[in-house]
């Protein structure tokens, strides 16, 4: 069987359809609000508006508030956070278990980063055991989160992950999404869906025609197609 | 271990609840410090169960409600002191909120206390923050079983769920639709909020805030529950673009969100039929309630009760679940094990359901082995989970073809059912009852490995039980035991049961039980020619019971299988016959109608059909004192009644009154 060959698009005749294409500025302006939104970059939105005219979704007040929660989450101070959020809206964490449960878990992560091993094993006891008790499903990560405890070199045990950078900002990720929940606004920007869409579509493509492809989405340079 | 390094004193050790609490209750504490002892008392709380009962019993509630109390009596005194006295009301309103959110002894703290009215009070504050902390807190009250009930029907109440659910403010709305959520019960209370216009206020707040759309669906499906009049007028809101909004909300990219929609539409469905019955919509939630199996938080645990009552009683509906892998997608999640017992209660309910009716599912489900979840939970420690297995088995079971191959006569089946019998809960017990009743209806001969259990013994223990429930439903297991049994079985059933036990039951106050002793001995004296002693035993003391039941009792189907009894008596031999004609005329030779006639008139086919039975078997030819009791049902005028019959409206009487017509014939009728 003989496969027909793939048509080929040339860069110029490329260029020339993807002209036709109409995408509106206000359409962009709004994506990019909606990422420095849902992100978090309130002067940036601040500044965006100013210079666009560009209305966010939401008010910009309560990204700031939301935005000292990550922080603090992902500077450590996990009390302090706890704080806020039940500043902002007390509901949020008497009504996410998974959530509360991390945030435990990530207090007790930065006492044990901090050499506070009696402290350490005293907030074990009192705030995350009753945890696993109130709710089976957290045992295993409970089990996991103590066993930090039992190591004298913390950073090279099995469970020493739990201690990189990238656990808190899993944690501050997690409580972003839940404040944006009880805001009914979107946790996601939209930005990411639209590269992956295009993703996806070029994927499509690839099989029927040759074309210039957009191979880096931080430059969406046109690449030459295979002949 | 660490090296001794200056540590600075946790917040923890300086705010002990004990410390914290004394605070809020000192005169002298400063107002400042109060505030925090305040914001440090709830943040210790939020989230946190254990904290939460461990302040409740130190009385922390009383206090906070104290000082909410006082702020909300010094307002208007005007000052600087405003912001602070506003702080004051936010951080206790805030308290009491979390301790009542999810918890049934916080709920009641609350309400005991008084701070219900006080939070009232807070939701016509001039400060948004506080309205908010008040109308949060609210919400969170009305959420529990506990709160009080609204009064829909005084003028003020209404006035003013209304000026809540018109609100600018999100926390207001969805406080007046949690009200309605909660306290909406009776039709007359679905009709007055009906009337006042609610429905298309709530129908707007589903295009409102996450918050707004998910308490307006759960007001919603309070107010259109079993209610007709006001589902159809729902339906009919917008010219039906309501009922699409809804349909749309199935789609939602929250998932609880698309639960709540799918119990409303199911709830519209189940009330008012020709609506939601396109097949798109019901594929659309059957998909819908599988997929959000896969939440991992409350709405996965709730989604499995939700997709039963889409299923329960509705055969096309268990097809098309079937259709779609729901057996598979069940199978899935038991799995993956280890999560709250609720969720394997809804499960194995959902399963149940599925298996209720449709041989297929029933198949399927014993091909892919979810039969051995539903054992190990037959000891799961919760009551609600072991009768869900209990109720899972009852439904399996009824695959006559399974049943017949012996796949539920088993140790592995049997053992932990019968251990059930002894269960602490009286639901769990009876839901085990039910199970082992189908189970043993096995058409093997020999039950053997059920008697050697001590599972008669169990039976007949509850049979002697004080709740009803338990005794009709341990002597209908017996029944079924009995069933086709071998004559070894029967004599080892009954020696454990006892003939006297027998006879009283047939005598219970309850009907139901009667019926199911009365069945029993049929079941009994079936089989072999010797069988039929057994109503002669001591004295004929089953006889007798039977005869007296059949006398005094109204219950269709108590008379019914009394009839059958007697009539499977009368298929013995000459004494046999004899001592059912005695039962059936008492030789008191009293005017009164007998039982006979009185049951050939009987408007129930039934017991027409069972009556004519008997006298079928009581003239049979070649018994030689036929001729006898011929002419005694002559005088009794049982004859020319019988002759009236001969176009009986049911098929079953009219043949069999002809066939006693014809066995008459033989013996000449002298009188026609």
């Known amino acids: ?227 | 271990s660490s090296p001794n390094m200056p540590t600075s004193a946790p917040s923890n050790h300086s705010s002990r609840p004990e410390d914290l609490i004394g605070k809020l209750n000192s005169a002298i504490t400063p107002y400042e410090a109060k505030l925090k002892a305040l914001r440090d008392l709830k943040n210790q709380i939020i989230g946190n169960r254990t904290k939460k009962l461990a302040f409740l019993k130190l009385g922390a509630v009383p206090s906070v409600a104290a000082i909410l109390s006082d702020a909300a009596a010094a307002e208007g005194s005007g000052g600087d002191a405003w912001e602070l006295h506003d702080s004051v009301l936010i951080q206790s309103a805030a308290a009491i909120g979390s301790f009542a959110c999810g918890l049934d002894a916080g709920v009641k703290a609350v309400l005991d206390v008084g701070a219900f009215p006080l939070l009232l009070s807070l939701i016509s504050h001039a400060n948004d923050k506080v309205v908010d902390a008040g109308a949060r807190s609210l919400k969170l009250i009305y959420q529990s079983k506990l709160a009080p009930k609204y009064d829909f029907f005084q003028e003020k109440n209404m006035e003013f769920l209304l000026s809540l659910l018109n609100s600018e403010n999100e926390n207001v709305t969805g406080l007046g639709a949690s009200i309605i959520a909660h306290s909406c019960q009776t039709t007359a209370e679905q009709q007055s909020l009906s009337e006042v216009g609610v429905i298309k206020k709530l129908v707007s707040l589903l295009g409102g805030s996450l918050l707004q759309r998910d308490a307006s669906l759960e007001s919603l499906s309070a107010i259109i529950r079993d209610n007709q009049e006001v589902a159809s007028k729902f339906v009919g809101t917008d010219n039906g673009k309501a009922l699409n909004v809804m349909i749309e909300l199935t789609k939602d990219k929250y998932s609880r969100t698309r639960l709540l929609a799918c119990m409303c539409l199911i709830s519209i469905r189940n009330t008012v039929s020709p609506y939601l019955q396109d097949l798109g919509i019901k594929n659309n939630l059957v998909i819908t309630l599988l997929d959000l199996l896969d939440d991992p938080g409350q709405v996965g645990d709730e989604s499995p009760f939700v997709f039963s009552s889409l299923i329960t009683e509705k055969e096309d509906m268990q097809k098309l679940a079937f259709d779609a892998n729901a057996v598979e997608r069940m199978l899935e999640h038991l799995k993956k094990g280890s999560f709250h017992g609720k969720r394997l209660q809804g499960i194995l309910l959902a399963l149940a359901d599925l298996c209720s009716k449709l041989e297929c599912c029933r198949d399927r489900v014993l091909h892919l082995k979810v039969f051995d979840f539903a054992i190990d939970a037959l000891a799961h420690d919760s009551a609600e989970v072991r009768t869900a297995a209990c109720i899972f088995l009852k439904n399996i079971s009824r695959s006559v073809k399974n049943l017949s191959a012996g796949y539920f006569m088993n140790e592995t089946v049997i053992l932990p059912l019968v251990q059930l019998l002894c269960d602490s809960c009286t639901s769990v017990q009876i839901s085990a009852l039910r199970a082992i009743s189908n189970v043993v209806v096995d058409f093997k001969p020999h039950k053997s490995l059920f008697t050697q259990s001590e599972g008669v013994k169990h039976l007949v223990l509850l049979s002697k039980s004080m709740e009803s429930a338990i005794r009709i439903n341990a002597v209908c297991a017996l029944k079924n035991l009995m069933f086709l049994a071998n004559n070894r079985c029967k004599e080892e059933i009954l020696l454990e049961l006892t003939t006297s036990t027998l006879a009283s039951l047939i005598s219970d106050p309850e009907a139901a039980v009667q019926e199911q002793a009365l069945a029993f001995v049929r079941n009994l004296i079936s089989g072999t020619l010797n069988s039929i002693e057994y109503v002669f035993g001591e004295d004929d003391l089953l006889l007798h019971a039977i005869g007296r039941q059949l006398r005094s009792s109204y219950a269709y189907e108590v008379l019914i299988q009394g009839m059958y009894t007697l009539s499977n008596v009368a298929s013995g031999n000459e004494f046999h016959k004899e001592a059912v004609m005695n039962q059936l005329f008492p030789s008191a030779g009293n005017e009164t109608e007998s039982i006979l006639a009185k049951f050939l008139q009987s408007t129930d086919n039934r017991l027409r059909t069972a009556a004519v039975w008997t006298i079928v078997n009581l003239t049979f030819p070649s018994s030689p004192g036929a001729c006898g009791r011929v002419s005694e049902l002559q005088n009794a005028g049982i004859i020319s009644m019988l002759k009236n019959m001969t176009n009986d409206p049911c098929l079953d009487v009219k043949l069999r009154v002809r066939m006693v017509l014809g066995q008459l014939l033989i013996f000449g009728d002298a009188s026609t």
């Open chain 1, 1 to 227: 069987m003989q496969t027909t060959s793939k048509k080929v698009i040339t860069r110029d005749e490329w260029e020339k359809r993807l002209s036709d294409v109409k995408v509106r500025k206000q359409d962009m302006n709004k994506l990019v609000m909606n990422f420095l939104v849902t992100e978090g970059y309130v002067e940036a939105a601040e500044k965006f508006r100013m210079e666009s005219g560009t209305e966010p979704e939401i008010d910009l007040a309560t990204i700031t508030d939301r935005m000292a929660v990550k922080k603090a989450v992902q500077s450590g101070n996990v009390e302090d956070a706890i704080e806020k959020v039940n500043d902002l809206n007390p509901e949020i964490l008497d009504t996410n278990p998974q959530l509360f449960f991390h945030l435990q878990q990530q207090r007790l992560i930065e006492l044990i980063r901090n050499g506070k091993v009696e402290e350490a094993l005293e907030f074990a006891q009192e705030e995350l055991a009753p945890r696993g008790e109130e709710n089976r499903g957290f045992l295993e990560e409970l089990e996991r989160t103590v066993a930090l405890l039992a190591f004298e070199d913390v950073n090279n045990c099995p469970v020493g992950d739990l201690l990189d950078i990238s656990q808190r900002l899993k944690t501050a990720s997690e409580v972003n999404a839940a404040i944006l929940t009880s805001q009914s606004h979107e946790k996601d920007p939209k930005l990411p869906t639209l590269l992956k869409l295009l993703t996806w579509v070029q994927n499509q493509l690839d099989e029927k025609v040759s074309y210039p492809r957009i191979n880096d989405f931080s430059t969406a340079m046109l690449e030459d197609p295979a002949v």
